[in-house]
């Protein structure tokens, strides 16, 4: 029998001010556990991470949470959670959601969420990994970031290929053609 396939989502700890965010995070916790996959996320029971993993676990999903010791009380750790990990720092946590995944998919979020994909970019940038990286961009949220990525390239520090290094899907239904075809 196959392993089980990992998505890890870097998501916000927050709702957000639209609707729309809280709505995809469901769907894609019910995508997660239709397909038999796995979720890893940052263990938070708030927010958009909340969101993903209700879906998920309500859906019959198996869920792997990380939180850093420092913020299991402010980000109320999800207690139904099949496997709990809690790490000493923040980067601890992203390199433990990332070696329990196969791809990432990061949504909406703030600095936080921001800095996990600039992480795991820069890890793919430098040769350390090629896991597919998806940037779930609900209705436009991501584009001042990929303006961003476009312009560190137009200004000459980086290579072209960076730009390449992530998928910006507009929804959930796109993201799940993807991530069947990263999966197998």
Not at 28 to 54: K, S, T
Request: charged share 20%; aromatic share 6%; glycine share 12%.
């Amino acid at each position: 029998m196959p392993a089980t396939r990992s998505v890890c989502v870097f998501c916000g700890s927050r709702d957000g001010s639209r609707q729309e965010h809280a709505t995809a995070a469901q769907a894609l916790g019910r995508l997660i556990a239709a397909e038999g996959w796995r979720l890893v996320y940052g263990a938070g029971d708030v927010g958009l991470m909340g969101a993903v993993a209700e879906a998920a676990q309500a859906a019959g999903g198996k869920a792997i949470g990380v939180v850093p010791v420092h913020l299991m009380g402010r980000e109320k750790a999800r207690e139904r959670l099949d496997t709990m990990i809690v790490t000493e720092n923040m980067h601890e946590r992203k390199k433990v959601m990332f070696m329990n995944s196969d791809v990432i998919v990061v949504m909406p979020g703030g600095a936080g969420s921001l800095d996990e994909f600039f992480e795991v970019l820069t890890w793919r940038q430098i040769g350390l990994h090629e896991k597919p990286i998806f940037l779930l961009n609900i209705g436009g949220f991501w584009d001042p970031l990929v303006g961003l990525i476009d312009h560190v390239i137009a200004e000459g520090f980086a290579e072209p290929s960076l730009a390449g290094f992530t998928a910006v899907v507009p929804d959930v239904p796109t993201l799940a053609e993807r991530l069947r075809a990263a999966l197998g």
